[in-house]
Nanobody, 121 residues
């Protein structure tokens, strides 16, 4: 069994900062990729940022220059530092990890339950 637990969501004023953290636990052989998605009310879930095992990152255009994703590979955790937050960043943020539970198994996507970020204007 694998669990992803997020923390750090909160209510913050526009222009403020938050740091989200996600830790994966359970039967894990390796994690290929970790990332953050978000879903705002009435909108589809979208990729915010992701980081691979070799440290490569990608961001959605709207957060470039404001958000930074970082990964602690030995701890199976990932963080998202969010600066200069805007009202349009308001959403439930979900942690995602592509995990291999055994050495030769296929990687599968796992999700956290989400953490709410609310940015007041």
């Amino acid at each position: 069994q694998v669990q992803l637990v997020e923390s750090g969501g909160d209510l913050v004023q526009s222009g403020g900062s938050l740091r989200l953290t996600c830790a994966a636990s359970g039967s894990i052989f390796s994690i290929d990729r970790m990332g953050w998605y978000r879903q705002a009310p009435g909108k589809e879930r979208e990729l915010v940022a992701a980081v691979t095992t070799d440290g490569s990152t990608n961001y959605t255009d709207s957060v470039k220059g404001r958000f930074t994703i970082s990964r602690n590979t030995p701890m199976n955790s990932v963080s998202l530092q969010m600066n200069i937050l805007k009202a349009e960043d308001t959403a439930v943020y979900y942690c995602n990890a592509r995990i291999r539970r055994l050495r030769w198994s296929n990687a599968m996507d796992y999700w956290g339950k989400g953490t709410l970020v609310t940015v007041s204007s």
